[in-house]
């Protein structure tokens, strides 16, 4: 079974660019999971997806992230624009029921 | 205070021993409780989840519950240097079973041959 796929794995922008990411989840996993996790500190949530509804989209700063889930599969998180502060590693997550499975992020780098 | 403490270490143990790794929360509501290990550069990987108050093994791991303290670990027997890696704890609240997780900062482990 494939796991969660997530591109790309790495991008290096400059500050007040914007910035894509792509998940594919679990095949069959209804929920869907955007982290951010910054060097030493364990993942944060961004934004969860149940179908292609946001449920908790809480911690998302709203005024730079957006994210959508437009057919309940895959999704996309943008920034724009940028800023030094949102470099870190930004990972999805999927999961059928109890257990959250991680692909294996996108490293940002914001310069 | 955190809602989920963890002891950033290192822990360094020799290859052979037993390495424990511990895991405080603050909301007693508290219903899930996992553990992942991420390797450096890595991205979190599921190894034990528990339920329940008590001990749930699985080959060298064991995790622990106790509910009535906030406190989870993690004891790996037969500490191998593949084990060294940072050991993230979370816990998920109330009783959905898909609502968000509440990492711990991590505990790095360090087992030396």
């Known amino acids: 079974e494939a796991g969660v796929v997530q591109s790309p794995r790495y991008k290096i922008i400059e500050k007040k660019q914007p910035v894509a990411f792509w998940c594919n989840p679990i095949s069959g996993h209804n929920t869907l999971y955007w982290y951010r996790q910054n060097l030493g500190q364990g993942p944060e949530l961004l934004i969860r997806?149940?179908?292609?509804?946001?449920?908790?989209d809480s911690q998302l700063p709203k005024d730079r992230f957006s994210a959508e889930r437009l057919k309940g599969v895959d999704s996309t998180l943008k920034i724009q624009p940028a800023e030094l502060g949102d470099s870190a590693v930004y990972l999805c997550a999927s999961s059928s029921g109890n257990e959250q499975f991680f692909g294996p992020g996108t490293r940002l780098t914001v310069l | 205070q955190k809602e989920v403490e963890q002891n950033s270490g290192p822990l360094s143990v020799p290859e052979g021993a037993i390495a424990s790794l511990n895991c405080t929360y603050s909301d007693r509501g508290s219903q899930s409780f996992f553990w992942y290990r991420q390797y450096s550069g890595k991205s979190p990987e599921l190894i034990m989840s528990?339920?329940?108050?008590g001990d749930k093994e699985d080959g060298r791991f064991t995790a622990q519950l106790n509910k009535a303290s906030q406190y989870v670990s993690l004891l790996i027997r037969d500490s191998q240097p593949s084990d060294s890696a940072t050991y993230l704890c979370a816990v998920r609240r109330g009783s959905s079973n898909t609502g968000k997780l509440i990492f711990g900062q991590g505990t790095t482990l360090q087992v030396k041959p």
């Open positions: 997806y149940e179908n292609e509804e946001a449920v908790d």
């Open positions: 528990i339920y329940s108050n």
